[in-house]
Structure formats: structure tokens, C-alpha cells
């Protein structure tokens, strides 16, 4: 069962929900706050809700983030996680919506359109995506090279 009061939820194994609890990670450090991170998911894998409004589609499989992700996002030597790139809209959709712009821009769910999946869905997908009112944006899932995404998220945070 889902909590409706929180966002992002923590579920340890017994699926007990609690609401996220707020952790300062420095921003003059992110690879510090990475491995911060990465130390407070520790064994157990973090589930995060879901959200439809992000990427105009429910989904019946959660996300998980697991501190090897977050270790590897940190490394920048390893093929970056799809879920990393979806928590990453989610958090950029809460801040465009922080800003008043919640009917403005959308996402392209790198789940949906990756290549395992079939044709016609992912083309019905992507023409429903774009055919909204919302100026939709994704972030190319590159194999091997996280360090982009790094280099994206410092240039968006100074600009």
C-alpha cells in the first residue's frame, strides 16, 4: 500500500511505509553527497512511488534505487542506472511544479522506450507523449559514460 501524504517512500522489507525522512547532502560536494546517500540506503533498497504526472503513464512495476547505483553514478565509470535517469526527471518535475510551471513540461519515461520493448507501444507511447500540451523533454540514455549527466545536472544547478 502506497501513503498518499508522501511523495517518495521508504519501505524496509516488512513493506511498513514512513515518510521520507529530509537529509541535507552538501551541494558544494556532490560526489561526497552521492556516497552519503549510497551509506543511508545501505542494504535495502529504496522504493520510490511512481509518479504518472511525470511521465504521463502509470506504471504497476516500482522504482528501486539501490546503493550500488548510487556508487556507481559516483565512480563515473559504470553504465548509468535507468533509474537514476528516472528518479532524476521526477526530482527536475518537482522543481519545474516548485516553480509554477506544472502544465509546462513532461517526460519521456526511459523505462518505456528502452529497446527490449515492443515497437508499436513505444511508438503509441511517444506520439501520446508528444502530441500533449507539455513541452516534453528526455535525457538520451548513453551506455557507459554517467559523467554526462553529472555535467548536465552542474550546468542546469549554476544557470
Known amino acids: ?4 501524504r508522501c511523495h517518495l517512500l ?6 511498513l511505509c514512513l515518510p521520507q525522512e529530509k537529509i541535507r547532502l552538501s551541494e ?3 560526489l561526497g553527497a552521492l556516497q552519503q546517500l549510497a551509506d543511508i540506503i545501505g542494504d535495502k ?9 511525470v511521465f504521463g503513464r502509470g506504471s504497476e512495476v516500482p522504482i528501486y534505487q539501490h546503493s550500488q547505483d548510487i556508487k ?6 559504470e553504465e548509468l542506472n535507468i533509474t537514476l535517469v528516472q528518479l532524476w526527471m521526477m526530482y527536475m518535475f518537482g522543481v519545474s511544479n516548485n516553480l509554477g510551471y506544472n502544465d509546462v513540461y513532461g517526460f519521456i519515461d526511459p523505462h518505456v522506450i ?26 538520451p540514455y548513453i551506455s557507459g559514460d554517467s559523467r ?8 542546469h544547478l549554476h544557470s
Not at 1 to 4: G, I, K, L, Q, S
Not at 114 to 139: G, M, P, V
Not at 148 to 155: D, I, K
Open 45 to 53: 533498497p529504496l522504493e520510490v512511488e511512481y509518479d504518472a504526472n
Open 10 to 15: 521508504y519501505r524496509n522489507r516488512n513493506m
Open 114 to 139: 528502452h529497446e527490449t520493448n515492443d515497437f508499436d507501444e513505444i511508438a503509441t507511447y511517444l506520439t501520446r507523449r508528444f502530441a500533449s500540451e507539455k513541452n516534453i523533454l528526455f535525457i
Open 28 to 30: 558544494d560536494d556532490p
Open 72 to 77: 556507481e553514478l559516483a565512480s563515473g565509470t
Open 148 to 155: 554526462l549527466l553529472l555535467q548536465f545536472l552542474r550546468s
Open 1 to 4: 500500500m502506497a501513503c498518499a
